[in-house]
T-cell receptor
Framework: GAVVSQHPSWVICKSGTSVKIECRSLDFQATTMFWYRQFPKQSLMLMATSNEGSKATYEQGVEKDKFLINHASLTLSTLTVTSAHPEDSSFYIC???????????FGPGTRLTVL | RKEVEQDPGPFNVPEGATVAFNCTYSNSASQSFFWYRQDCRKEPKLLMSVYSSGNEDGRFTAQLNRASQYISLLIRDSKLSDSATYLCVASNYGQNFVFGPGTRLSVLP
């Protein structure tokens, strides 16, 4: 399958700081990238969908000013958690898809811990 | 009601057993379907797409029943390495993938 990388794989930060997570599709052009969050023993929760060159579409209940998403190219999307708080600690996973309806390929995830 | 529902599990089966997972979706406009597996503290990995005619990949068989809005995954000759959470996905053109809550499988020696 296609390869999606994510960086960093884990991060620990102080409350109030901002954290940027990168998601890259390494061997294909991703027209759409998705950002998910997963708390322990819970299912994936979609946060937002981003198409290259346009604004991200956020799911209900996800603050767009807190979770800034940029999809500047067909191979890179970034998620910035602004002014992170302990309740933002979670496993953040991105995925990429080459075309609508196509399968999504997931990055390895970023484990964020906010102290 | 959740848009995609799965057997709650967990399923604990001995090695070599055959196990089947069920999944139902409520959006009749869903057009693409997939099974993913997720290991503990790892990202989901695509297991297989699900086609209308049903499809098989080694020990894994997926079937789709559009009339009943039902998807299944059959695993034959279970291996210890099959232990994971299995996620059912339904997708509607122009919308996002919708993941089910997952069914946890433990294959016991």
């Amino acid at each position: 399958g296609a390869v999606v990388s994510q960086h960093p794989s884990w991060v620990i930060c102080k409350s109030g700081t901002s954290v940027k997570i990168e998601c890259r599709s390494l061997d294909f052009q991703a027209t759409t990238m998705f950002w998910y969050r997963q708390f322990p023993k819970q299912s994936l929760m979609l946060m937002a969908t981003s198409n290259e060159g346009s604004k991200a579409t956020y799911e209900q209940g996800v603050e767009k000013d807190k979770f800034l998403i940029n999809h500047a190219s067909l191979t890179l999307s970034t998620l910035t958690v602004t002014s992170a708080h302990p309740e933002d600690s979670s496993f953040y996973i991105c995925s990429a898809s080459a075309r609508p309806l196509n399968e999504q390929f997931f990055g390895p995830g970023t484990r964020l811990t906010v102290l | 009601r959740k848009e995609v529902e799965q057997d709650p599990g967990p399923f604990n089966v001995p090695e070599g057993a055959t196990v089947a997972f069920n999944c139902t979706y409520s959006n009749s406009a869903s057009q693409s379907f997939f099974w993913y597996r997720q290991d503990c503290r790892k990202e989901p990995k695509l297991l297989m797409s699900v086609y209308s005619s049903g499809n098989e990949d080694g020990r894994f068989t997926a079937q789709l029943n559009r009339a009943s809005q039902y998807i299944s995954l059959l695993i034959r000759d279970s291996k210890l390495s099959d232990s994971a959470t299995y996620l059912c996905v339904a997708s509607n053109y122009g919308q996002n993938f919708v993941f089910g809550p997952g069914t946890r499988l433990s294959v016991l020696p």
